[in-house]
């Protein structure tokens, strides 16, 4: 997005400081900042007011700060997250007319990320649509998927994270969805919020926020996703194999890999497709991208089409195969309860001579010595092996990375290993271990 740094002063209830400048973009990392762009110091663990310098480097055309100055053009504000909150908020209303009230807010539990890959792709088969990066699905990603959009965008797909009360509504006030889609509740960040039903009650905040002229595309196999509907004003979708579903999908079949056929029936006719991610919880996900496509009055097969060939973000269900030849499940983004359970069952639907899990730690949970054994229980009942990584809660011996890696790269190729854990058992870096 084209913007000056007048208008970032404007607003933001900034003062600009130097010349008025020509700024394209936002970025809050110094190390991936664009010539052009407006850089955003945000203070949080490291205060980013350290890296102006870095970023002015690498040709940032102008900065936000609290007081500190390094001469060219700058903006001073008394908060920058609270600035960039309010220059997102600033972006979405100037994109308004040309996004025509296609603009797509996604939440949940489990698969917020691959729900908004495939709803991306799906859209992108007859828009020009810009998606969040990754996961860049808070206070920070959030408007500076915005700020990044393209200038000839038409709509655009934002996955909001929540890790507390009233997130969710404070992205939305920046956002403004006129769909909004939530995929699953799961005992995710309970933690921060007491039990499931306060996880309910946060990510209610998207379909809370919609108006009457707006759409909620709800999850139909979810009892609490399912009750949303009484919550919101907008139009009701619903999709999943229940047969109350708007969208229902009538037929998934999973293949060796435990990559999904998948037919659905909606209110705008058949479509059908085969899925290159394996599991029968990504066939869901897709069902929900291909529900708003029909919502936004798209041809669904045509997006249907468009997920067959999609790529989602990485570490996310993704095919890898190992320096032993072994097929390796690359899900170590991140995991609560509901996501490794589903993550097990597309693992125990592959054809293979031997399943092995190795999984990390699940964070943030409220009782995480009860829901690390049912995992492992879990595991026992499909028949899988469960190795565990620097943790003593799945009931098993814990290993080292480097101690894993020499079993894994020991297994016979026709093996399937999955490898999944929260963010921080960093399970990326044994995934480089076995296939680098």
Not at 390 to 416: C, F, H, M, N, P
């Amino acid at each position: 997005m084209r913007l000056m740094a007048a208008d970032v002063a404007k607003a933001t209830n900034g003062i600009l400081v130097g010349q008025n400048a020509h700024l394209s973009g936002v970025s809050f990392d110094s190390r991936s900042v664009r010539p052009g762009q407006l850089f955003v110091p945000i203070v949080a663990e490291r205060d980013g007011h350290k890296f102006i310098e870095a970023a002015l480097a690498a040709g940032a055309g102008a900065y936000l700060t609290t007081g500190q100055t390094f001469g060219r053009t700058s903006i001073t504000v008394p908060d920058t997250l609270a600035a960039l909150l309010q220059l997102g908020a600033w972006g979405r209303n100037k994109l308004d007319q040309q996004l025509d009230n296609r603009v797509v807010g996604i939440t949940g539990s489990v698969g917020k990320t691959s729900t908004k890959d495939f709803i991306a792709a799906a859209l992108g088969s007859s828009l020009r649509v810009t998606a969040n990066e990754r996961s860049f699905n808070n206070d920070q990603g959030l408007p500076v998927t915005i700020l990044n959009a393209a200038d000839d965008v038409q709509a655009l797909v934002l996955e909001m994270g929540m890790r507390g009360f009233g997130e969710i509504t404070r992205l939305c006030a920046v956002a403004r969805p006129n769909i909004g889609v939530v995929t699953r509740v799961a005992t995710a960040h309970t933690e921060r919020v007491g039990d499931i039903e306060g996880v309910a009650r946060a990510k209610s905040e998207l379909v809370k926020s919609l108006d009457a002229s707006g759409f909620a595309v709800l999850n139909a196999d979810d009892e609490r996703v399912a009750a949303m509907q009484s919550l919101t004003e907008a139009t009701v979708f619903t999709y999943g194999m229940s047969p109350s579903a708007t969208v229902r999908m009538t037929s998934c079949v999973l293949n060796d890999r435990a990559c999904a056929s998948v037919s659905i029936e909606s209110p705008w006719g058949k479509a059908s497709w085969k899925m290159n991610v394996p599991g029968e919880h990504m066939a869901h996900n897709a069902v929900a991208a291909v529900a708003v496509a029909g919502v936004m009055g798209l041809d669904i097969q045509r997006a249907a089409d468009a997920i067959e060939t999609s790529v989602l973000s990485e570490m996310r269900m993704q095919h890898r195969i190992a320096r032993s030849g072994a097929l390796v499940i690359d899900d170590s983004y991140n995991a609560n309860p509901a996501s490794l359970a589903a993550a097990l069952h597309a693992l125990s639907a592959t054809k293979s001579s031997r399943r092995i899990a190795v999984l990390g730690v699940m964070a943030e949970l409220s009782d995480p010595e009860h829901e690390h054994l049912q995992i492992t229980h879990l595991a026992k009942q499909l028949d899988i092996e469960l190795i565990a990584v620097a943790t003593d809660l799945y009931g098993v011996q814990s290993r080292t990375r480097e101690e894993v890696a020499a079993i894994l790269l020991a297994a016979e190729k026709s093996a399937t290993i999955l490898i999944k854990g929260s963010r921080v058992a960093q399970l990326e870096k044994l995934v480089s271990l076995l296939v680098d």
